[in-house]
């Protein structure tokens, strides 16, 4: 049971590069979230999607933009790499009752702007 | 908007003994849910135990407890028989109910030692 599937593990850009975050999980949940985790800090949530075709802003979206497509996979963009977000970032789901709920987590995808 | 206070940016204890994590919330609603998650090394998120704020009774699992003080906006967790194993970043992060958001701490490292 592979859960929440994050690739890559990690990545180097360039600033103004761009690239694309996978996530998919194959438990039919219908809640997904991305989190970025900065050092010494706790996770901040930047998208959440609570079913396919529908995604919402967190609490620190600008830089980044989401789709929704499957209920399987939750792709995070970065349009143009800048190096304050260099950072990890996770992925998660849950099930249809939503964030109250436990939320399974990827490995997480750390990421350096340079 | 809610935070999660976590005061306590490291601690350690000793293999077998009980270490107490702390952490405060503010929120000015009654309907809501605490989680602890853990996070080892290998940096995946790991749900260790869930209270619902309607329900006096604390959370237990296994080795894992919580002091849940409503009135204090206190959630407290205890870990006993502390075992090597339990080495990580300790998050306490709270999910206002109804909302599709769930806010983090900064998290205790929590080094157990032989």
Same mark, same amino acid.
């Not at chain 2, 998650?37 to 959370?59: C, F, G, T």
């Not at chain 2, 028989?81 to 206002?96: I, P, R, V």
């Given at each position: 049971n592979a859960g929440v599937t994050q690739t890559p593990k990690f *990545? $180097?850009?360039?600033?103004?590069?761009?690239?694309?975050?996978?996530?998919?999980?194959?438990m039919n949940h219908n809640y997904m979230y991305w989190y970025r985790q900065d050092p010494g800090m706790g996770l901040k949530l930047i998208y959440y999607s609570v079913?396919?075709?529908?995604?919402?802003?967190?609490?620190?979206?600008?830089?980044? /933009?989401v789709s929704r497509s499957t209920t399987e996979d939750f792709p995070l963009r970065l349009e143009l790499a800048a190096p304050s977000q260099t950072s990890v970032y996770f992925c998660a789901s849950n099930s249809d009752r939503g964030p109250n709920q436990p939320q399974h987590f990827g490995d997480g995808t750390r990421l350096s702007i340079l | 908007a809610q935070t999660v206070t976590q005061s306590q940016p490291e601690m350690s204890v000793q293999e077998a003994e009980t270490v107490t994590l702390s952490?405060?919330?503010?929120?000015?609603?009654? /309907?809501?849910?605490?989680?602890? &998650?853990?996070?080892?090394?290998? *940096?995946?998120?790991?749900?260790? $135990? *869930?209270?619902?704020? &309607?329900?006096?009774?604390?959370?237990?699992?296994?080795r894992f407890s919580v002091n849940f003080q409503k009135a204090a906006k206190s959630f407290s967790l205890k870990?006993?028989?502390?075992?090597?194993?339990?080495?990580?970043?300790?998050?306490?992060?709270? /999910?206002?109910?109804?909302s599709e958001k769930l806010v983090f701490g900064k998290g205790t490292k929590l080094t157990v030692n032989p």
């Open positions: *990545r $180097i850009l360039k600033i103004g590069q761009s690239m694309t975050l996978q996530c998919t999980q194959d079913g396919a075709g529908i995604t919402d802003k967190g609490e620190v979206p600008n830089g980044y /933009n | 952490c405060t919330y503010d929120t000015s609603e009654s /309907n809501y849910y605490l989680f602890w &998650y853990k996070q080892p090394p290998s *940096r995946q998120m790991i749900l260790v $135990i *869930r209270q619902e704020a &309607y329900k006096q009774q604390n959370a237990t699992e296994n870990i006993s028989d502390s075992q090597l194993g339990d080495t990580a970043m300790y998050f306490c992060a709270f /999910n206002q109910g109804g």
